[in-house]
């Protein structure tokens, strides 16, 4: 298949669904890792598609929505600061922080700027040169290399007013956590695809083995994610655990080298808090050594926060898989993404903002045939 539309062929898609019925003989329970498949599958309703036997369960990988609340209150103090252009992905800008957001900072004076690469805020502060410009660096595998690139770049072009408020966090890792949670019933993963077209798949067959669980790269168009499921449900129905690639078009098992080496120049391998969840080893980067100086972190002096969360969010659960969106009890009452209580109800990718958005309103999920390219 050439275009993203032969991805979404609902012929395809009942070829694929007809063969996963006819493959499942009990119950499993599989885990898509990434925000942006949840959106798909809760889009394409294709949850509700599947067999009984077939439980999806909604993972971590929300980029915004496991931004610790110590970071975001920690970027919304160094916001405040008088000289301080703070530059950010919009999806951040309505993230609750302990008790305000970026979008207030910016109503009280601060100065706020969304931007759409990391790159546009090292332009920022070559023609700003007075003012500290400061990029909010987050997300997986996926934002982390262009971001290690910039300050590659911001040091090679001697541009010092420039720093990374960085909560770079890596998908491995949470597995890990996962599988060894004692409420854990995941039994299968689709791998995020966008994460290991950089990573490659090296990091994956020693969990799969370790924990008896295949895992599935998968892309993110509904008939990559039926792919996936077929292949992991046939695995699990012949007892079988390995790593297997769907997702060729994108994924190489080696990833992108560039990317990988331009990481391992920046960043180092760091212990991560992951909002919600706790703090997972090894799970995060931040800036290696060499690179201290473009640390927003060292740069500012903003320890002492306290943070709180608002106790009535069960984010932390939903993140987990151990809860649906719609069985919080704050869902599309007191918590909507007009007023979000979590980062879940507000990300472009968080799994309360799919069910909010395609389920909670009333609309029927989106024919295949009728959805728009993503
Ligand atoms: S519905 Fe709102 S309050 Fe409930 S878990 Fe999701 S973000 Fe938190």
Redesign the pocket.
């Known amino acids: 298949m050439k275009y993203l539309e032969e991805f979404q062929n609902p012929e395809l898609a009942r070829g694929l669904l007809d063969d996963i019925r006819a493959t499942v003989t009990r119950p499993w329970a599989l885990m898509e890792v990434c925000g942006g498949q949840t959106h798909t599958i809760i889009r394409h309703g294709i949850d509700q598609l599947l067999p009984d036997e077939v439980e999806l369960i909604h993972g971590p990988g929300c980029p915004v929505c496991v931004t610790p609340l110590e970071v975001i209150d920690k970027a919304l103090e160094i916001a405040s600061r008088p000289g301080v252009i703070f530059c950010s992905f919009g999806d951040m800008l309505r993230v609750p922080g302990t008790d305000r957001d970026l979008f207030r900072v910016r109503g009280e004076g601060g100065d706020v700027r969304i931007v759409y690469s990391p790159l546009d805020a090292l332009r920022i502060a070559r023609e700003n040169p007075t003012r500290e410009v400061v990029f909010f660096g987050i997300g997986f595998e996926t934002t982390a290399p262009p971001n290690a690139m910039t300050v590659h770049q911001a040091r090679r072009l001697g541009i010092r007013n420039f720093s990374l408020l960085v909560s770079h966090v890596r998908v491995p890792p949470a597995i890990e956590a996962i599988m060894t949670s004692p409420d854990c019933r995941v039994q299968g993963f689709l791998a995020a695809g966008h994460v290991c077209s950089v990573m490659g798949v090296d990091e994956y067959p020693e969990l799969a083995a370790r924990h008896k669980v295949p895992i599935v790269v998968t892309g993110f168009e509904p008939l990559d994610i039926l792919e996936g499921i077929r292949r992991t449900v046939h695995q699990l129905e012949r007892g079988e655990h390995t790593v297997e690639n769907a997702y060729p078009r994108a994924v190489r098992p080696e990833g992108n080298p560039a990317a990988k080496a331009m990481l391992a120049d920046v960043f180092e391998v760091t212990d991560r808090a992951w909002r919600g969840i706790g703090v997972i080893p090894q799970s995060g980067w931040r800036l290696s050594a060499r690179y201290r100086e473009y640390d927003a972190e060292h740069r500012f002096e903003v320890s002492g926060i306290n943070t709180r969360e608002p106790a009535?969010?069960?984010?932390g659960e939903?993140l987990q898989g151990l809860l649906k969106?719609n069985q919080?009890e704050?869902?599309g009452t007191t918590?909507t993404p007009r007023s979000?209580?979590?980062a879940?109800?507000v990300s472009s990718e968080g799994a309360?903002a799919a069910y909010y958005l395609y389920r909670r309103l009333g609309m029927p999920a989106a024919p295949l045939e009728a959805s728009p390219v993503a």
Do not use: D, I, N
């Open positions: 009535e969010c069960r984010s939903v969106p919080c704050a869902f918590c979000p209580l979590g879940t109800m309360c």
